[in-house]
């Protein structure tokens, strides 16, 4: 009798824990498709604001959102396809990759730091070398870069730092297949390949 009580307990402690993992997966889902239906929207409003503009030519700067599609991260090797949210709190990264605030925006000049979970978009990043490339878009820009570091440091060591030409970082918790919180943070540099503006 006891041992049936212990079961169905453990079954219900099961079902729960199941349903609350699936359920933060779904969010995690629907708002990823989300924010690709907001960069896609925000692409097409831009081609209209550059031909509005390509007689002007003002220089335009962009406001940036917590939550809100920053970017477009392509990475061939792995097949990561991704829209980046700005902002690295629970709730972005759950979704997608973020943008770490008040670090420059991907193509531009300074250093662009994007991070993602290690268990969800960025879980095959352990595969990828020095000489892979990414893609990056932002609204207006597309920028090919190749890696040019990879480095694993501890979760506490500084690993941000500031840079006068364009620069793209992209972190995430390491090693990748480690259970609980890892120790160290698998950290690749890229460098620009040919930053081009898009119609």
């Known amino acids: 009798m006891l041992r049936r009580r212990v079961g169905a307990a453990l079954t219900g402690l099961g079902a729960v824990l199941l349903t ?72 972005e990264l759950n979704a997608a990759p973020g943008h770490v605030p008040g670090s420059a925006l991907p193509g531009n000049a300074g250093n662009a730091v994007i991070s993602a979970h290690r268990d969800r978009h960025f879980s095959h990043f352990g595969e990828l070398h020095l000489g892979d490339t990414v893609t990056t878009e932002t609204l207006g820009k597309r920028t090919n870069w190749v890696i040019v570091k990879r480095q694993v440091i501890d979760k ?29 943070r698998l950290i690749l540099t890229a460098k620009p390949i040919a930053p081009r503006v898009l119609d």
């Not at 993992?21 to 990823?32: K, P, V």
């Not at 003002?58 to 809100?68: C, D, E, Y």
């Not at 730092?161 to 919180?181: E, K, M, N, Q, V």
């Open 20 to 91: 609350v993992a699936g359920s933060r997966y779904t969010t995690g889902a629907l708002r990823a498709d989300e924010a690709r239906r907001a960069w896609d929207a925000a692409r097409a409003r831009q081609a209209v604001a550059n031909a509005h503009a390509a007689a002007w030519n003002p220089a335009r700067s962009v406001a940036l959102v917590t939550g809100a599609p920053v970017a477009h991260l392509l990475i061939p090797r792995i097949g990561l396809d991704e829209i980046v949210l700005e902002g690295v709190d629970g709730d």
């Open 156 to 184: 506490n060591a500084p690993a941000l730092f500031r840079t006068d030409g364009a620069t793209l970082t992209l972190t995430t918790c390491w090693p990748i297949r480690y259970l609980g919180s890892a120790p160290d």
